[in-house]
């Protein structure tokens, strides 16, 4: 199963986070998972919260984990819960942040 992530915060949020595609060639968000793996690539705009997505339910770990991801001049820490969402955590917003290279086992 893979798909494109859904970047879109609920409805309450969405006005506020600002997360998006890189674009400009850059691999959009998406998951893809194989043999019980969850694969996450693609470039991706910040946004102003840390919640940048919700991945489906066939693509969530069973423990939250915490990952280190390239952000444009530094890492940001990468936290995917449960419930399928996926957090940035940062001192410097804005710029883009990575997914590629993020994985876990879903069974």
Same mark, same amino acid.
Request: charged residues 20%.
């Given at each position: 199963?893979?798909?494109?992530?859904?970047?879109?915060?609920?409805?309450?949020?969405?006005?506020?986070?600002?997360?998006?595609?890189?674009?400009?060639?850059?691999?959009?968000?998406?998951?893809?998972? +194989? *043999? !019980?793996?969850?694969?996450?690539?693609? /470039?991706?705009?910040? &946004?102003?919260?840390?919640?940048?997505?919700? @991945?489906?339910?066939?693509?969530?770990?069973?423990?939250?984990?915490?990952?280190?991801?390239?952000?444009?001049?530094?890492?940001?820490?990468?936290?995917?819960? +449960? *419930? !399928?969402?996926?957090?940035?955590?940062? /001192?410097?917003?804005? &710029?883009?942040?990575?997914?590629?290279?993020? @994985?876990?086992?879903?069974?």
């Amino acid at each position: 199963m893979s798909g494109a992530l859904d970047l879109v915060l609920p409805v309450f949020a969405c006005v506020r986070n600002g997360w998006s595609n890189y674009g400009k060639g850059y691999a959009p968000a998406k998951y893809r998972v +194989v *043999n !019980g793996i969850c694969f996450l690539e693609g /470039l991706i705009n910040k &946004g102003s919260t840390t919640h940048a997505a919700t @991945l489906p339910s066939d693509c969530r770990p069973k423990k939250s984990l915490v990952f280190d991801a390239n952000k444009q001049d530094n890492i940001d820490r990468v936290d995917v819960a +449960v *419930n !399928g969402a996926v957090m940035f955590y940062d /001192l410097n917003p804005g &710029g883009w942040a990575s997914l590629s290279g993020v @994985l876990f086992d879903v069974e």
